[in-house]
């Protein structure tokens, strides 16, 4: 079946820009994640949703960063006033329930902030 | 808190060689365990995990990997090693309770050369 997709696949933005980064999940996972990718800091969790439970925000970096999950499917991660170091790949992932179990990535979605 | 370490950022084999690529976590509670593979501009698929059971767990593409909670170790291992192996494996770790997000090592990048 599909697996998890993501758009854009790139995104540049000027800084100071906001950005909208989408996530389809597997259908029926009821868990969702967004994690970055960067150079310097390796793979971080951002944030989770789990069905219609209020989502575990504790690795957002700052209050530019903020993501929605809709009718308990797609996700969309939001950056507000992107800055240059928030240049790196966003990763989601999506599992049947929620932790203990195996994530499933989608392909990711590159920023660049010039 | 939980960390995961991977020793050595770069791996090199030459193909037809066996390939050992090292984890090892820091939890006192074992807790569940993945190896990751990331091709090039691609998302993470996931090779094997360990979760209950036996100790010595089989993935795809003929890697396999072995827990010893004596050691706090799930190192993964291939006795043959070919060309298309080349990539950025990721071991990960997962608290034994529902919503908990992946911690990640930093990544070891195997190359296989002819």
Known sequence: GAGVSQ???????????????RCDPISGHTALYWYRQSLGQGLEFLIYFQGNSAPDKSGLPSDRFSAERTGG????????RTQQEDSAVYLCASSPVGGGYEQYFGPGTRLTVT | A???TQLGSHVSVSEGALVLLRCNYSSSVPPYLFWYV??????LQL???????ATLVKGINGFEAEFKKSETSFHLTKPSAHMSDAAEYFCAVSERQAGTALIFGKGTTLSVSS
């Open chain 1, 73 to 80: 499917s797609v996700s969309t991660l939001t950056i507000q």
């Open chain 2, 38 to 43: 990331q091709y090039p501009n691609q998302g």
């Open chain 1, 7 to 21: 758009s854009p696949s790139n995104k540049v933005t000027e800084k100071g820009k906001d950005v909208e980064l």
């Open chain 2, 47 to 53: 090779l094997l995990k360990y979760t209950t059971g």
């Open chain 2, 2 to 4: 939980q960390s995961v």
